[in-house]
């Protein structure tokens, strides 16, 4: 509950602040992606409101940054199937020798209480 209010206290603010930023920068601007020939470039410049240049570089960062996160996260997504797989083994064992009764010279591995 206390996430949720939480939430809605941090959400609600921030919405209004960008429906705020949004109507504040309607004005257009040229966007160009050829910094090497202003004069004839390659790609043709947009012209777009600038709240959309900011929102698509914003959305771009977040999208990159996740990535990134994503691919650093991968040895520790590796280990977390390693240990998974070893425990299901683990598992599987104790259940076929509770099953068959036998193993009792075995080491238990969960207290069966």
Known sequence: MMKR?????????LCLVLVVFTLANRQMVEVRFDPVSPVSPLISPIEMPMF???????LAGVVLGGVATWFTQGR???????????AKKLEQ???QDSETGSGSAKPRLFDAS
Do not use: N, S
């Open 5 to 13: 209010i939480t939430g809605w206290l941090v959400l609600v603010p």
């Open 52 to 58: 959309v240049v900011i929102y698509a570089v914003l």
């Open 76 to 86: 520790q997504r590796r280990e977390k199937r390693k240990w998974r797989r070893h």
């Open 93 to 95: 064992e104790q259940r």
